[in-house]
């Protein structure tokens, strides 16, 4: 039997292609998501597979700066592992927030997320992400990215 083949992130442009880019989830956003910062769900640890210890340390200590990469913007946002909930979380405050709004990200919207590690760049690597809503181009509606792909018209109720 074939697999399906993973999302790409299709939209998102000019993030660097040197490194390993790996899928990570797909995920419907919720109020803590987006109150308190994103949180990596499903796998979330694949990202850390052949990151160095400098970089776990930084996480791990007082949360690591990374690069985002959306449809709609390229910026910072601080990663950081909440003991407490033995999960790794982008930190609202810490970026998050903008990259939320600038994106129209709400609740319920899907997303995909992908890590992009390149062990060549930097003492310990370099650690970003890239994140793009599902079935939506960035300043359209569900319903005009579906009307386009299929070539109908899509109005707005």
Known sequence: MV?????????ILNYPQ???LKYLFRKKLTISDLAMG?????MPTNFLIGVSRGVLD??????LMVRCYTPAIHHHVVLTFDGHE???RFQRSGGWDEI????RFGIGHQIDCWSLYDAEDGPHGKLGFLVQRVGNRIGGSD?????SASGGTATSS
């Open 86 to 88: 033995a999960s790794f």
């Open 58 to 63: 930084a996480i791990m200590k007082d949360g």
């Open 100 to 103: 939320a709004e600038v994106n």
């Open 18 to 20: 040197n490194g390993e």
């Open 38 to 42: 994103l949180i990596l769900t499903r």
């Open 143 to 147: 319903e005009e990215f579906h009307a």
């Open 3 to 11: 697999g399906i083949p993973l999302p790409q992130p299709d939209r």
